[in-house]
Each structure stands twice: as C-alpha cells, then as structure tokens.
C-alpha cells in the first residue's frame, strides 16, 4: 500500500522516463515495486527500513553523484520523504 499510494506517484512523475516503460537506463526499472527493491547493474539502491543508507535516497537528495533525476532540480523535501 505505501509503495502504491505514496512511492509510485513520485517515481512516475520524476524517475519513469528513464528507469521504467519503455527505457530502462542501468538495468534499474522502477515501474515496480519489486524491481526497486532488486536494484540495477549496480546493486541494490535501497534498504528497507533505513532510508539514511539507501543509495537511492542520498541520489534524489544530490547528497551522491550522480545526481538524480539527471539533469535536473533535486526533488522536493515532501518527495523525497
């Protein structure tokens, strides 16, 4: 449930264009839960239950290169949260 109500709609709106659909950058598809929680060609991105250690996190707060979403604005605190 808070994968549907509260993850999805920030993934699709700021990571589907590239990590979900129709491209895929990195092997990291984001159109489901299940292919966050088994991250891309580099690993795993997130850890259930510790945000403060989740790649993913520290990329979308531009506190870890690269930057996401690229080239773009670092993603609101609400967002992020």
Known sequence: ELFK???APV???HCL????GG???GD????TREGLLKGGAEG???TPGDSG???LVRMISHQM???MPEKREKLSDGAIE
């Not at 264009?17 to 979900?20: K, L, P, R, S, V």
């Not at 990291?28 to 159109?31: G, I, Q, T």
Request: aromatic letters at 4%.
């Open 28 to 31: 990291f598809d984001l159109a």
């Open 53 to 55: 250690s989740s790649r």
């Open 5 to 7: 109500n509260a993850v």
């Open 65 to 67: 290169q690269p930057h």
């Open 11 to 13: 993934l699709k709106e």
């Open 23 to 25: 491209k895929i950058k």
């Open 17 to 20: 264009e590239c990590h979900g």
């Open 44 to 46: 795993k991105v997130i």
